[in-house]
């Protein structure tokens, strides 16, 4: 995979008939229902995600060079779903989940830094395939999220982040 080439066959599409109109306070509801109408639009967010991870960060992609049928980026993503879903919800591992993959992924010399963009390109691909159906609640729901997915890996890695930047800043699309 290169990130230069759109991915499969997820495609945005026009927002969901009937979808609810959210409470623009953060929320995870917001993040759920983000995920519920991408489940709706793409059975598997896997080459949706990594290509907006590639896509933002080029020289990721190296670091997957063992990945020729992409079987560990699935289950990467499905276990980052999962710790997400965890996470917003009744919080019984993923904060300490997310801490541990962060130093684990450090021993395979992923810098926290690196580990961190993950999650913000699961919220840009989600984004990306919701297209207008994209609410204002979400932005801000994703965005509370990943401060505070940022903060479980910067403690840590204390003193390893950026200079002052939340270690998963991605890019904002207009």
Not at 55 to 79: N, Y
Not at 83 to 98: K, N, Q, T, W
Request: negative net charge; aromatic residues 10%.
């Amino acid at each position: 995979m290169t990130g230069k080439t759109a991915p499969g066959p997820c495609v945005p599409t026009a927002p969901v008939a009937g979808a609810p109109v959210m409470d623009p306070r953060p929320s995870a509801e917001a993040v759920m229902l983000s995920f519920e109408i991408a489940a709706e639009r793409c059975e598997d967010l896997t080459p949706l995600v990594y290509h907006r991870l590639f896509l933002d960060w080029p020289e990721l992609e190296a670091l997957f060079w063992r990945e020729p049928v992409r079987q560990i980026q699935g289950e990467m993503l499905a276990k980052a779903i999962e710790a997400l879903f965890d996470f917003i919800g009744e919080r019984r591992y993923a904060d300490m989940m997310i801490s541990n993959e962060a130093v684990t992924h450090d021993g395979y010399e992923v810098p926290p830094e690196i580990f961190g963009r993950f999650f913000p390109a699961i919220r840009q691909a989600v984004r990306d395939l919701l297209n207008e159906a994209w609410t204002q609640a979400m932005d801000t729901a994703w965005d509370a999220l990943i401060a505070e997915i940022d903060g479980f890996i910067a403690r840590a890695f204390p003193g390893r982040t950026a200079a002052g930047a939340p270690i998963g800043v991605v890019p904002r699309l207009a």
